[in-house]
């Protein structure tokens, strides 16, 4: 079984552009379990833009699934919040200050020591690492040694291929899961899936653990309600 993770940064992004409680981000995140969510991700990023530090404090209280926090282990304030939160699991991703949003995995062939050193750390405190990769099999190689539990594979690449060529759009995917399998990394994905590509990308990566998926659902739970969003993206997974 794949599980679905919602991402409800967008849920703070239209919050924040109000200065308001509406919508309240806890309610999105109890919501998404009631709506058939298998977890919830939050990505806080320094500046506190869409996701707050605090919001991740109160989110933690009722999630009843799986709770995963992403975010850029280079700030010593994300370190400390995810220690002190304790979710279900870290996804470390390499962000530079002030980015628009994620456009890159690591380089863990570069910055395998750090992310060595780093990934204990939070394993320490007993919580599951996945560090967010480019679906290149040298880069899962290298994250194999890191000590990661699994890779988060960035399918921003995939959704913009796959209105060209689908075929070409999931080769290196498939090529990167199949290398984190025959390593025995678990598998997560995502950046920009969608209704219309999420089908596609798991029934040519079956064993892949979960997706998280923010944006494209937010979008779709606009025009077609917040249960539905949830439950036909749940459909895609089957
Ligand atoms: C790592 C990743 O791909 C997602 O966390 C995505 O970047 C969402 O972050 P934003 O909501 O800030 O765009
Ligand atoms: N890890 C990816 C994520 O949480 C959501 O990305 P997106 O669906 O908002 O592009």
């Given amino acids: 079984m794949t599980k679905l ?5 967008k849920f703070a992004t239209l919050r924040n552009s109000r200065g308001g ?18 977890g919830v991700t939050v990505h806080p990023r320094p500046d506190e833009r869409h996701i707050r530090y605090n919001d991740v404090r109160e989110i933690k209280k009722v999630v009843r699934t799986e709770f995963n926090i992403e975010g850029n282990c280079s700030e010593q304030k994300f370190v400390d919040l995810v220690l002190e939160v304790k979710p279900d699991q870290v996804t470390l991703v390499p962000d530079a200050l002030n980015q628009l949003t994620s456009d890159h995995g690591w380089n863990t062939i570069d910055h395998q020591q750090y992310l060595k ?3 204990a750390v939070f394993k320490n405190a007993a919580i599951r690492v996945s560090i967010f990769v480019d679906p290149i099999v040298e880069m899962v190689e290298a994250a194999s040694t890191t000590g990661t539990d699994r890779i988060e594979l960035y399918t921003e690449g995939y959704a913009r291929n796959f209105l060209v060529n689908k075929e070409q759009a999931i080769a290196p995917y498939v090529a990167a899961a199949q290398k984190a399998k025959e390593l025995g990394l678990g598998l997560n994905a995502g950046h920009d899936l969608d209704l219309h590509n999420l089908k596609y990308f798991k029934q040519h990566i079956p064993h892949l653990d979960e997706v998280s998926i923010g ?4 979008c779709d739970a606009i025009y077609l ?14």
């Fill in 5 to 9: 993770s919602v991402n409800i940064n």
């Fill in 21 to 38: 409680d509406n919508p309240n981000v806890v309610k999105a995140a109890v919501d998404a379990e009631l709506f058939g969510a298998d």
């Fill in 117 to 119: 050193d780093i990934i």
């Fill in 215 to 218: 944006h494209a659902l937010v």
């Fill in 225 to 238: 309600g917040y249960e539905n969003a949830v439950q036909m993206y749940k459909r895609q997974l089957f």
